[in-house]
């Protein structure tokens, strides 16, 4: 029996359908998020750091449990589920509105977590991203696969319908009296606005969609910096939170006592760090949640430029990875689904370790596979598991056997075809 399960685990370990090239990032990160997390845990919660690291531990578990099972999903159960999976996510996300932590919701203005008795369950928010991307891919497809012409008509047509399957969970997000959770929305912004750029649409179109952005960005950040404008927004229902964190990033060291202290004890904590660190001395600089969406400052600070520098190229060799994925897949379903999960990666990276440098405001999303948080991580590496179904499943000797008796089939039927026409020429 033993031998049995020796030889399986090595035939895995040779299997040329898995690309541990994209794996190998993963594992990395995840392994750095662990030791940087016993740190955080240990000094900040030391009676109960080992209870979290363990719960963090299950999580990576099911996880993995997750992303193998949906690597051997070919793309027809993906297809199918894809609808299924998407209603189920808007009605979890509509839970944490009625069952929710006030605890965290007084610290956070969000409703973003189930909860019982006070207990934080899980982020609803965070498995709807894995269910958007399946479903928008397949609405992207069906909508192709109806209107092969790619007139600028249908163009918009397919724009429209993006929109709307997006407007429930913008409305379940920032929507009143929903979650309140802007942060969440922008990744789902980020998501949308990646399949649009590989989905086909014209440059006509979408030259003008960028300016736009572009405009509407400046414009906000111009009305986030003058008086008037603030008022503005607090008349318009802006949380008055939210335009706290647009001025701590603003002014990172005007209010260190209040709205810019968790801005300002990151960029000290990340600083503090040098080249190569200071090792366990980034304790002495308290930085609210670091276990979470601050774990980067952890790293930074106790291993310097060189740590925080070796994270960034594990991410971007990562990202490097999923766009080839992309490029290489054979289908514009498979296409659609890693170029979705590569975009959600990019900007969650992109917006975390931003909001810690300073070049960003804070909005509370966490850093991928490193962040404490069994929802984000599982999210996280179930998509990895469907972009590794891209390639295991087009390389499988079974899905090979089928395309060549698929080709032999319709070689044999195009033959007595020919022959046909040319008995009745004769």
Do not use: C
Not at 320 to 343: E, H, P, Q, S, V
């Amino acid at each position: 029996m033993v031998k049995m399960e020796r030889i399986h685990n090595r035939k895995f370990l040779n299997d040329s359908r898995i690309d541990y090239a994209l794996i190998l990032p993963v594992f990395l990160l995840i392994l750095i998020g662990f030791v940087a997390l016993w740190f955080s845990l240990t000094t900040d919660y030391p009676l109960k750091a080992n209870t979290l690291l363990i719960q963090q531990g299950a999580w990576l578990l099911v996880g993995m449990a997750a992303a193998f099972f949906v690597m051997h999903l070919d793309v027809r159960a993906l297809w199918s589920i894809a609808p299924i999976i998407y209603g189920v996510g808007l009605v979890l996300m509509i839970i944490p509105v009625f069952f929710y932590s006030r605890a965290v919701y007084l610290a956070t203005g969000a409703k973003s977590w189930i909860a019982i008795a006070g207990t934080s369950l899980f982020q609803p928010s965070e498995l709807m991203k894995v269910a958007y991307v399946l479903f928008l891919s397949r609405l992207i497809v069906s909508f192709r696969e109806k209107n092969p012409k790619h007139t600028l008509r249908n163009d918009f047509f397919l724009i429209l319908e993006m929109i709307i399957s997006l407007l429930p969970i913008a409305f379940i997000l920032i929507g009143p009296h929903m979650q309140n959770d802007f942060g969440t929305l922008l990744v789902f912004l980020a998501i949308f606005a990646g399949m649009l750029l590989i989905s086909g649409i014209s440059w006509k179109i979408l030259l003008p969609l960028i300016l736009v952005f572009v405009l509407t960005i400046a414009g906000f950040i111009y009305v986030l910096i003058t008086p008037e404008g603030q008022k503005l927004l607090n008349s318009l229902g802006f949380q008055a939170y939210q335009s706290a964190r647009f001025q701590a990033w603003l002014h990172p060291f005007s209010d260190v006592q209040y709205n810019s202290y968790q801005q300002s004890q990151a960029l000290i904590s990340t600083a503090i760090g040098g080249v190569f660190g200071i090792g366990s001395g980034v304790a002495q600089i308290a930085v609210p949640v670091r276990e979470s969406d601050m774990i980067f400052t952890v790293i930074a600070g106790a291993t310097g430029f060189v740590g925080a520098a070796l994270v960034i190229f594990l991410y971007l060799y990562l990202i490097y990875r999923m766009m080839r994925a992309t490029l290489k897949a054979n289908n514009l379903f498979y296409t659609l689904i890693a170029g979705g999960f590569t975009m959600m990666l990019l900007f969650h990276v992109f917006e975390n370790i931003g909001a810690i440098i300073g070049i960003l405001p804070l909005t509370g999303i966490p850093l991928p596979f490193i962040s404490q948080g069994g929802s984000n991580l599982i999210s996280n590496i179930i998509g990895v598991g469907l972009i590794l179904s891209i390639k295991y499943n087009k390389e499988s000797p079974e899905r090979r056997g089928k395309t060549r008796d698929k080709y032999r089939r319709m070689l044999a039927k195009r033959i007595e075809q020919n022959v046909r026409l040319r008995g009745d020429e004769d």
